[in-house]
């Protein structure tokens, strides 16, 4: 019985060691990381959880890197079990933008020029770089422009758009409070999904935004930005309006305007999700 459960204990270590995880968080746990607080899944906690990678790192390979067992109490029995494999990238997108004294949006646009570090800018119109106000408590991250955005070099102003711009006025915010803006800067073909390396390559700019602005909440508008933010594999809907911590902001994801476009049902799901944020900002839904 004994030697079963060592033997389960190994293999997750082992495990934890196969990811590389312990160098890795061993490094950036005390910067990226909040210590995190038991909350139950949809409770009305506004306190961050772990990111589920750092959460795993804790759980699978800390026994060794930090002196934690995989029972440490504050770890959840939920980001335990939702262990999965981070992107497997070096230097990490974290380790790739830490905060640069001085930055400014304009300097981080500069920096980005006629941008061909990527494949992406071959069919661009324009960069969509972002927009709104840079003193925003709520920052909105998408996933690429899409047709619309391309052109207007503007995001979030198509169909998707206009629907997040009613869900950021139904919260009692205009668009010019918040900053909105992407993970890619320029629009993938055909809308396909951005590609690890377009990730790679340009969410540092993204990284360098959320540093300048330094939001109370940043919003993860579906799955590309909130896997790219919180270094996860995870679908959305493990972890959607759970509260996480990203760099000193709280981090809440939820679904992307395009699919409550396909799935209205699920606009109730997203308004609890904003309706959490609205705590955090103190902000009184809009009245009719
Ligand atoms: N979808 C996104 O993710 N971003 C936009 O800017 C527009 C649509």
Request: with cysteine; hydrophobic share 35%; net charge positive.
């Amino acid at each position: 019985m004994e030697s079963d459960k060592r033997a389960r204990v190994e293999a997750w270590l082992r495990y934890g060691a196969d990811l590389e995880l312990g160098p890795y968080y061993r490094d950036r746990v005390s910067s990226n990381v909040v210590a995190q607080t038991a909350q139950a899944p949809g409770s009305q906690s506004t306190e961050p959880r772990q990111s589920p990678i750092a959460a795993a790192a804790r759980s699978a390979s800390a026994s060794s890197s930090f002196g934690l067992s995989p029972t440490t109490p504050g770890v959840t029995a939920a980001a335990r079990s939702s262990v999965v494999a981070p992107f497997a990238q070096a230097p990490s997108l974290f380790e790739a933008s830490e905060r640069i004294a001085g930055d400014t949006l304009q300097l981080i646009r500069e920096t980005m020029g006629d941008c061909t570090r990527c494949k992406l800018h071959k069919a661009r119109t324009n960069i969509v770089f972002g927009v709104g106000s840079m003193k925003a408590e709520l920052v909105f991250v998408g996933e690429g422009p899409g047709h619309d955005e391309d052109i207007k070099g503007e995001p979030f102003v198509g169909r998707a758009g206009k629907l997040l711009t009613q869900m950021i006025e139904a919260m009692g915010l205009r668009r010019e409070d918040v900053y909105i803006c992407n993970v890619v800067k320029c629009r993938p073909p055909e809308n396909r999904l951005p590609e690890k390396d377009e990730i790679t390559t340009c969410s540092p700019f993204l990284f360098r935004q959320i540093d300048v602005i330094r939001p109370k909440v940043i919003c993860c508008l579906g799955s590309c930005a909130s896997q790219t933010l919180l270094q996860t594999t995870q679908g959305i809907s493990r972890f959607r309006g759970e509260w996480f911590d990203f760099r000193g902001s709280k981090l809440i994801a939820t679904y992307h305007p395009a699919y409550l476009l396909r799935n209205p049902n699920a606009k109730g799901e997203v308004w609890k999700d904003l309706q959490k944020v609205m705590t955090v900002l103190g902000l009184q839904p809009k009245r009719k």
